[in-house]
Structures are given as C-alpha cells and as structure tokens.
C-alpha cells in the first residue's frame, strides 16, 4: 500500500497493527455496514501518520472495498495521507497533527456519557507523540472528569524521526507519568496478542480512564525495517515490499 | 442608535444568550479555560453544571475536547480570551474543529486593544485574521450587546464551525432590541453618497458619529455594520461602494487581515476604488484605560472622519 503511494509511514503502522487487529477483530463492538451505530465502540487514532494501519483494518472489516488500499495518498482517493472524518467511511475523526487525539477523546467520553451511550473509547497514540504538552493537558482532564469509557493506549516502540525517543526527548517513565496523572495503567509486550487482548478487555473495567503502555518494535516483523527510525516516514520500493511482505507472511 | 439603553458589553451578551440557549436546546456543552467570570460562560455552569467543563489553564485541550462533544452531537461553546482561542489554540481550532467542520463555536472574549491595562500579551490584534484564514470558518463580529445576542442564539443552527468575537468593555446600544437573524452580515445602518464607511465591532458606533461629522462637512457618509466579516455579503458590500465610489474601514484589529482585508478584496475583484483603512497599524498594544489606547491608536470618530475626508480629497 506504501510502496503503491510512494510515501507514507510503514514503521509505526506496522509497531501498532497487533494492537490494531485486537481492536477491530477482538474487542471492539462496530459495524461496518452502520459506521454511525450509536452504541459502538470507538477508535480514535491519535498518531494519525499510522493510518495504513488503521485503514487496512477498516478495509478488513468491511467499511470499504480492500483494492482501496493501492490508490492510497492518490489525488481521486478517499485515503488522504492522514485521517479524514468526511472523505473516509468509518474514521471517527480527522487526525494528523499530533497531540490532539486525546484531547477529542476526552470530549467524546464526556459527551457519550451524558448520553449514556455504552460505548468505549480506545485512542491509540505514539510515545513520540507524548511529547506534546496537549497530551497531558488531556490526560489531566480525563482523570480530573473520571472518564471510565477511555482507554489510552501508547504504541511505544521508542523511536521517532530523528532517532530513539529516549536521545531525541526522553518521555520515560510513561506508565509513571500516566499513574501519577490518576490514570490506572498496564504495562504490556505490544506483540503479545494475549496480552493485548486481555488489556483491552481489562481496561473496560476500570472505573477512571485506563492507560496500556504497549512495547512494540517500530517496522515489526519486517527484519530491515525493525528499530529503525529511518522508516518511520519512507516508502519502501517494490523489491523491498516483496521482501518485507514475505518476512510478514511467514 | 437606541441610546437611552445603558451601555453594556458584548461579552455579558454572550453570557446571556449562552445561558437561554442551554434552557433551549439539551445538547449545548460550554467549555471555558479558568475565564469563566471574564467570559460570562459561568452563568451557563451555574445552571447546567452537568454540561459545563471549565478545563483549568488548557485552551489546547479545551478546543480538542469541544471537538470531541461536537463529534458526538452536541453544539460546543469554547469560550476564553481572543489572543487565547486564535493563537495559543489555533493548531487545534485548525485541526480538529475547521477542516472537520465541526459545530464548534470558538466564543472569544476581550478582543482588540480594549482588554485596557493587561497590555499586548492581552490585547489581540490578530484574531480575525487568523480565524478569516481558516477553510470552513465563519467569522462573526458583533457590534453591540443585542446583535451579540442574536449572533450566540442564531449560532445554534448554523452548520460547521465558527468564530464569535466579543469585547471586554461597555459599549453602546445599536440596535433596540436583539435582531431576529444577523442575516448577511452587512447591515446598512445609514445611507450616504459620498464615501462608505464600514465598521465591526466597537467601531460601528464611531463610524455612526463619523458620519454625523461628515454631515456638517456637507459630506453624505453610508454607514454599514459588517458583523459577519467571513463569509462577507459581496452583494451589499460592492454595492454600496458602486454607489460612493470610496470608503473608509474601521476596526480594533489589524490593518493586517481583518476588516479592512476582507473590503478591500471584494473592491479589488468587483470594484476597485480607494479604500482607507483605519485600525491598528500592525503594531502591538500597551498598557493603559481603553479609551486612552483608543485614542493612542487613532481608533477614534474624529481619526475615522478625517480619515474619510482625506479619501475623499485625494480621490
């Protein structure tokens, strides 16, 4: 899909695609043919460049049809480089300058509550991400209005453009950070699917808002791309894409 | 000009129409960002404090929250200080309420120089520029506290995003009562043959009076209220400039993508003729009494008549 557009961000879609098949395969409610459906869960993709990942589960799921997938970043493409809320069926929110997912999370809980709608929010962010103040201006409020229905999750894979997190601005301890903000967290192995599930599941259970610190590997499952930031915004050419397709097909 | 009313500010509108909306429609949420008392919002948690959320010091957060609740079908009033909604939140008012086009109204209290003693941190210049600039924004500018008040109350129903300025001072009547519907957005509140002179905001009751001097000058000023300066009323704007074949701009903005801007484009594409544009002259503000900076910045009827007149000769 990358490789079709020519640009876009393989590394972090492909840290989050565990999480993000748990999401739209195991734990959330939806409906694919009624996107609207009040009582569904939501997704809210904060690190709005991993959305190949976001839209190939949209595509799996039914929302729209899976040849989509090649016209991505396309000029006649409902798939814009980042999310788009009016042009793509099933994004609940444009997103793409980051910081900001949490923030529209907070709201929608709010909103959702005071329309006892059963729904859960799961907002999927990066650590690279949570260098943005506006996170934790969002995390203070989620805490602050107990916001039951969210669930924070962090791909932290510790890597972002210009290098490792922890050289560039490290934002460690995270799962520290988030309990100090009244948040309950869970630390997980973001590749673990039994993990991942059984935090997901978990998180609905918490009576404030639940973080789940994910370890991930940035490029997981494709040996060239794995920790290395230079794929986080690089498009790889089709000799690579045949390659790092068939390392993710074994 | 209904001038037996007593002066009150546009601000205190917002707190009522805010109010009477939240009694009217169950799905209006109001947010503030610990301005509450400033920006009159507090009225409205006071009686619905179940869908009120005051942020704390966070008007990031507050405009992505606002999103949030209009994502989900609420109408979300955001309200804090001009300088803070445009410019320290503007990322967000870009991001997640404009190119969404959300039912976000962006309710910004203490525009302009008037804001008085807090001084140029305080004091924007800029706030309608930015919010002109926006795709899908529509930019509101009410002129006294009953246009105010039809503005808030009529925003309910308008579709997408918008951005409602108000100010910190007590400012004349206009209008004797709240007007049914702010309509296009350019109300012809005194004919003239002369020269044009559109005004928003503080400055309409000025341009009103500006014209009243012109008169003794033998000089026939039209006065036009231009409350809605995005999308502005092409149709009357170019035609009263047809019809005087000048005009004068007034506004307690910047020279620099305000009102003046917004004039001079529809001129420049439909009828290109001089315009002079009275408003801050893209310098930032000071410290000092509201009326003191008014005159300190020319932002006065007598700088708007001699303005005009100084059009009107070099024609």
């Known amino acids: ?250 | 000009m209904a001038t037996e009313l007593k002066p009150r500010a546009t601000r205190e509108a917002y707190g009522e129409a805010l109010l009477e909306l939240g009694k009217l429609h169950e799905n209006v949420v109001a947010l503030d960002a610990d301005l509450a008392g400033s920006t009159k919002s507090g009225q409205f948690g006071k009686a619905f404090p179940e869908r009120f959320f005051n942020v704390g010091v966070a008007e990031a957060n507050m405009m992505g929250m606002a999103a949030g609740f209009a994502i989900s079908g609420k109408i979300s009033y955001a309200s804090t200080f001009a300088v803070f909604a445009t410019g320290r939140a503007f990322d967000q008012v870009r991001q997640s309420i404009a190119q969404p086009r959300l039912p976000v109204r962006v309710c910004a209290s203490h525009g302009g120089l008037t804001v008085g003693e807090d001084g140029c941190t305080h004091q924007s210049v800029e706030d309608i520029g930015l919010m002109r600039l926006l795709p899908n924004m529509r930019v509101v500018v009410p002129a006294d506290f009953n246009q105010t008040y039809a503005a808030v109350l009529e925003s309910y129903d308008i579709e997408g995003p918008m951005y409602i300025r108000t100010g910190r001072p007590k400012t004349p009547f206009l209008y004797e009562e709240p007007p049914k519907s702010l309509g296009k957005g350019a109300d012809v509140l005194r004919e003239g043959s002369d020269i044009s002179l559109f005004a928003c905001g503080i400055m309409v009751v000025r341009a009103l009076e500006a014209a009243e001097e012109l008169k003794k000058r033998d000089i026939s000023a039209e006065v036009v209220n231009v409350s809605i300066l995005k999308p502005i009323d092409v149709d009357t704007v170019a035609a009263s400039l047809s019809k005087t074949g000048c005009a004068v701009t007034a506004e307690e903005h910047s020279i620099i993508g305000g009102l003046g801007d917004a004039v001079q484009e529809v001129a420049a594409e439909c009828c290109p003729v001089r315009i002079g544009r009275l408003g801050i002259k893209d310098v930032f503000g000071k410290s000092g009494t509201p009326d003191q900076l008014l005159e300190e910045f020319h932002l006065t009827t007598e700088h708007l008549a001699g303005l005009a007149g100084q059009v009107l000769s070099s024609r």
Not at chain 1, 28 to 41: A, G, N, S, T, Y
Not at chain 1, 128 to 152: C, D, F, I, P, R
Not at chain 1, 223 to 236: D, I, T, V, Y
């Open chain 1, 1 to 250: 899909m990358v490789t079709e557009a020519g640009s876009g961000h393989p590394g972090g879609s492909l840290s989050s695609a565990d999480i993000v098949t748990a999401l739209f395969f195991h734990t959330m409610k939806h409906r694919p043919e009624d996107p609207k459906w009040p009582d569904r869960d939501r997704f809210i993709l904060s690190k709005g460049h991993c959305a190949p990942v976001l839209y190939s589960a949209l595509a799996r799921s039914g929302y729209f049809p899976v040849d989509d997938l090649n016209n991505l970043r396309k000029i006649d493409c409902h798939l814009q480089g980042h999310p788009d809320m009016h042009k793509t069926r099933g994004v609940e929110i444009s997103s793409g300058s980051l910081g900001q997912g949490l923030s529209v999370s907070v709201g929608m809980a709010l909103s959702m509550r005071l329309d006892k709608l059963p729904g859960q929010i799961f907002t999927l962010m990066g650590d690279g991400e949570s260098q943005e103040g506006e996170v934790w201006e969002a995390a203070m409020a989620a805490a602050h209005y107990k916001t039951g229905n969210l669930t924070a999750i962090v791909d932290a894979n510790g890597l972002q453009i210009d290098g490792f997190t922890r050289d560039v601005m490290n934002v460690e301890p995270l799962a520290a950070k988030y309990e100090a903000f009244g948040w309950t967290v869970k630390s997980i192995d973001g590749h673990d699917m039994q993990q991942i599930v059984d935090a997901l599941d978990w998180s609905r259970t918490v009576e404030g808002p639940a973080s789940i610190i994910a370890r991930t590997v940035k490029g997981k499952g494709v040996s060239f791309m794995e920790n290395q930031a230079g794929w986080h915004g690089r498009a790889p050419s089709a000799g690579e894409a045949e390659r790092a397709l068939a390392e993710l097909q074994r």
